[in-house]
T-cell receptor
Framework: GNSVTQMEGPVTLSEEAFLTINCTYTATGYPSLFWYVQYPGEGLQLLLKATKADDKGSNKGFEATYRKETTSFHLEKGSVQVSDSAVYFCALHPGGAQKLVFGQGTRLTINP | DAGITQSPRHKVTETGTPVTLRCHQTENHRYMYWYRQDPGHGLRLIHYSYGVKDTDKGEVSDGYSVSRSKTEDFLLTLESATSSQTSVYFC????????????FGQGTRLTVV
């Protein structure tokens, strides 16, 4: 089946620290991969995506590379800000008529 | 922002009463979804729709029903609300293809007392 596993949170960092949130997946075929972000009191919004192996998605200083050999899509940012505090969800779309599959979410808190 | 509106945004209801949540879109997306979000559980799919009058169950569908009589509206009904259905409910829409993302509404916070 299709599944997504994220590193458990919460994650707490100081401002300007380097961020990695791990995401690995299991899928039949060649899925598209997504990172969503949820700020307090809001719905999820797309942060970045990659639709094929070796693609790198990037947005707002965040990056993630689709690694087929390790079935991973780790989220990274070189220098986090307090405003990056949110919950981050990794997701995959298996293709065909199937549905998005979400990870459990990782709560990130950045302290000044 | 994608044109997706959930109503109501907040609701408190009593155990045993019926409750209907509405999701309205202006994007003409084929797929619509209802999720619930609870601490420690992430997002869990309740029901989804792949077209007018075409719906299917998700992983936590017990106690919920849905209807989609128009492309733009997807209704979630709790026939007889229970305290375990206290949650934040999110509607999402998508084209359904592998390359495009889903767009989420702002959520409805439902409290069953």
């Amino acid at each position: 089946g299709n599944s997504v596993t994220q590193m458990e949170g919460p994650v707490t960092l100081s401002e300007e620290a380097f961020l990695t949130i791990n995401c690995t997946y299991t899928a039949t075929g060649y899925p598209s991969l997504f990172w969503y972000v949820q700020y307090p009191g809001e719905g999820l919004q797309l942060l970045l995506k990659a639709t094929k192996a070796d693609d790198k998605g990037s947005n707002k200083g965040f990056e993630a590379t689709y690694r087929k050999e390790t079935t991973s899509f780790h989220l990274e940012k070189g220098s986090v800000q307090v405003s990056d505090s949110a919950v981050y969800f990794c997701a995959l779309h298996p293709g065909g008529a199937q549905k998005l599959v979400f990870g459990q979410g990782t709560r990130l808190t950045i302290n000044p | 922002d994608a044109g997706i509106t959930q109503s109501p945004r907040h609701k408190v209801t009593e155990t045993g009463t019926p409750v209907t949540l509405r999701c309205h879109q202006t994007e003409n997306h084929r797929y619509m979804y209802w999720y619930r979000q609870d601490p420690g559980h992430g997002l869990r799919l309740i029901h989804y729709s792949y077209g007018v009058k075409d719906t299917d169950k998700g992983e936590v569908s017990d106690g919920y029903s849905v209807s989609r009589s128009k492309t733009e509206d997807f209704l979630l009904t709790l026939e007889s609300a229970t305290s375990s259905q206290t949650s934040v409910y999110f509607c999402a829409i998508s084209h359904g293809d592998i390359y495009t993302e889903a767009f989420f509404g702002q959520g409805t916070r439902l409290t069953v007392v």
